[in-house]
């Protein structure tokens, strides 16, 4: 993979996605499947993990939370440019 940190995750996740399904993990409990990506994840992305800031209702133990926890941290944000208004001074 290159060192791009968004196509990384992009392709890094739909590898996870079709791992889940083979190793028939995707039917497990949310606990085994985050336990089971953090064990193959690798050392910067656990980093990554036990830096994430859960809010309410959010859970580190529930695959969808953590997964999108992972796409805010992998990819930017977007930055929507505005036209400076102009004013008429007189």
Known sequence: MDDNLVSNWKQ???VWQRY???TEICK???LVRVSTLLSVIGEEAIKAFDMFAWG???SKNKITDVLA???EY???CTQVLY??????IW
Not at 83 to 88: H, K, V, W
């Open 12 to 14: 890094w996740k739909k």
């Open 20 to 22: 889940e399904i083979v």
């Open 28 to 30: 497990e409990e949310d």
């Open 56 to 58: 309410e209702g959010q």
């Open 69 to 71: 926890k992972f796409d």
């Open 74 to 76: 992998c990819e930017p």
């Open 83 to 88: 036209e400076p208004c102009r004013f008429n």
